[in-house]
């Protein structure tokens, strides 16, 4: 279980570096590669209310964060292997949503 | 890939009937001595602290150490016959066993049993009966999901980790070791997926590979509780401190600072200091909060008593209504 000793004596065993940018957002096109799904499908998604845009201040170009990404894979994945239609997708995703709410919320009052 | 049992009982010290209180405490009394800030061997108390860590997530909630129970029960028999067993817990997915972390700070166990697979995630990437046969066309491969253990600490100035993802290729049956250096950016959130490109399952078809996401997991700190940015400490004050007010030394994140407490501050009370909670990502902070939590004395002396008695004869206070 060894997590963060030494990174960079091992780093030339390391095959690949990751760097998450905190608060980075993807555009359309990063988006639709990166979730595997249509313009179309991405467009149905969020007019579903499945996924929200960040719409950035200097003009407003749409954006989404790694959270959305994962939410389209996973909602893709529920779509064409498992054929939920839209309204399953939306009932899914409001239970997972609240359902991580109240989890983060019990371990908090728990302490 | 057979995993083995974690004994988390043991980890913390306490009996298998151990209350809910029994085990916070003995968590926090650990987790205090092991915490990375505070230990002289840093290695070694870390690597404890993540263990304590793990054991306190699956213990401190009744639910799961109920699930935790039955496994240990079942947990021989299983090791007979795994298929038939493993059918009672939507965690064991059997893809999902086929990949192995190293350096997220949880362990094989707690990832096939407790961890974001465990939560029945692993439902969400499956294909059902191996996927549709005949792929004529690309399919991209699954996305996989873990957990990272992540300190406060960690939140607060980031860092760099070493993950090492052990799997089975299924062309050649051989196991492939793959190192990844990750970088964990401050002010990542409790439950951030942190996405490894390329690292989940092959495609079909000449479909791209999935994708890993760790799952940001906040260890438990021994002193303060996480909402949002901002965080909680229970402040616990002698009756006189909360009437009369007085000055208390308060862990921070980054030290103990000097906070004074308003004369007659009742339980509940917030006392707030700014910008000491943790990052958010565009360069504020939030804010830590002191809850104040008024403590009796278990046992008072005979003059003590006097004294308490006096004080009741001679207050005027009256805490409700008396019907």
Redesign the interface.
């Known amino acids: ?5 030494d ?1 960079d004596d ?2 030339s ?11 980075v957002f993807y555009g359309l096109d990063e988006t639709t590669e990166l979730a ?1 799904v249509s313009r179309r499908t991405l467009l149905i998604y969020c007019r579903a209310g499945l996924v929200q845009p960040v719409y950035q201040p200097p003009h407003g170009a749409m954006g989404f964060p ?2 959305a ?2 939410a389209m ?2 909602l893709e ?2 779509r064409v ?2 054929g939920l239609d839209v309204p399953a997708l939306q009932l899914m995703a409001s239970l997972l949503e609240e359902l ?1 709410h109240l989890r ?1 919320e ?1 371990r ?1 009052w ?2 | 890939m057979s995993v083995g049992f974690k004994d988390y009982y043991d980890v913390l010290g306490v009996p298998r009937d151990a209350t809910q209180a029994d085990i916070k405490r003995a968590f926090r009394t650990l987790a205090r001595k092991y915490h990375p800030d505070v230990a002289k061997d840093k290695a070694t108390a870390e690597a404890r602290f993540k263990e304590l860590n793990e054991a306190n997530e699956v213990l401190r909630d009744p639910e799961t150490r109920r699930k935790y129970d039955a496994l240990g029960e079942h947990w021989k028999d299983q090791e007979r016959q795994p298929a038939a067993a493993q059918g009672g817990f939507a965690g064991a997915a059997d893809g999902a066993s086929e990949f192995h972390f190293d350096g997220t700070g949880f362990s094989d166990f707690y990832e096939q049993f407790f961890g974001s697979r465990g939560h029945g995630a692993a439902g969400w990437g499956r294909v059902r009966g191996g996927g549709r046969s005949g792929a004529a066309f690309a399919r991209p491969g699954e996305d996989i999901e873990g957990d990272i253990m992540v300190t406060l600490d960690e939140v607060l100035h980031g860092s760099k980790r070493m993950i090492t993802v052990r799997r089975v290729d299924p062309g050649t049956g051989q196991s492939v070791e793959q190192t990844l250096r990750v970088t964990i950016p401050p002010g990542v959130r409790e439950g951030q997926p942190i996405r490894l490109a390329g690292v989940g399952h092959e495609g079909t078809g000449g479909g791209a590979p999935g994708h890993l996401y760790l799952r940001v997991r906040f260890a438990a700190h021994p002193d303060f509780r996480v909402r949002g940015a901002d965080l909680y400490f229970d402040l616990d004050l002698a009756p006189w401190e909360a009437v009369l007010g007085t000055t208390v030394r308060t862990p921070t994140l980054d030290g103990v600072v000097a906070l004074k407490v308003p004369a007659g501050t009742t339980t509940g009370r917030h006392l707030r200091l700014r910008g000491q909670g943790l990052p958010r990502g565009d360069g504020t902070r939030g804010d830590l909060y002191a809850v104040a939590s008024i403590q009796v004395p278990h046992e008072v002396t005979p003059e003590q008593k006097l004294l308490w008695e006096k004080l009741a004869t001679e207050a005027t206070f009256k805490p409700r209504h008396t019907p």
């Open positions: 279980m060894s997590s963060k000793e990174p091992q780093e065993h390391a095959l690949e570096l990751f760097q998450p940018q905190p608060g595997g790694d959270e990404i994962l894979r996973r994945r529920l292997e498992h991580e983060a019990l908090f728990r302490g």
